[in-house]
């Protein structure tokens, strides 16, 4: 931890840890072996939807409910050796390069929103901009939770009464 470190998945998905930027749950500093736990969610899965936590429901730096379009999605948790959560600590970021699916490159924007997981809401939240550099987005992010990269687009508010003969 007092170096920093990286992870690369098997699709060229990375994240990188900043020297000294790790810490326990409670704000303790913590130096010595992290396991990560990462994974890499592809949009272009069929079975997205049970694959994704929740929903693409999400709200914009605005507070505005969006519907997200992903073009790529890591999953990632750090614990200490016996199984202590970890975080990225306060004023520091770790770096995350989110490979893009071959069949999205094309239509891939040059820069895209970063949306994290509210777990506790089930609803994903904006924060950030990541960069298109060749065939991934690397931006960077100062919590881990699930990260995507996604273009929001208008939903639509439907209201309907449904009655029967009785």
């Known amino acids: 931890n007092s170096t920093g470190g990286g992870v690369r998945l098997s699709n060229g998905s990375v ?18 072996l992290i396991n990560v736990y990462a994974a890499y ?13 929740g929903s693409f429901l999400a709200d914009d730096k605005d507070n505005k409910r969006v519907i997200l379009t992903s073009f790529g999605m890591l999953a990632v948790e ?23 699916p071959a069949s ?15 777990e506790s809401m089930g609803i994903w939240k904006e924060q950030g901009i990541a960069v298109k550099e060749g065939s991934s987005y ?4 100062s ?23 009785n």
């Open 15 to 32: 994240i990188e840890l900043p020297a000294e930027g790790v810490v326990k749950t409670s704000g303790a500093s913590y130096n010595g």
């Open 138 to 141: 690397v931006g960077e992010v």
């Open 143 to 165: 919590h881990f939770s699930y990260w995507n990269c996604d273009i929001a687009g208008e939903t639509v508010n439907l209201t309907a009464t449904f009655r029967d003969q």
């Open 78 to 100: 750090l614990e200490t050796a016996s199984g202590e959560k970890l975080q990225v600590a306060t004023g520091k970021s770790a770096k995350l390069t989110i490979a893009i």
């Open 41 to 53: 969610i592809d949009p272009t899965n069929l079975a997205i939807g049970q694959v994704v936590p």
């Open 104 to 118: 999205l490159r094309a239509s891939a924007p040059a820069s895209i929103s970063m949306w994290y997981l509210d």
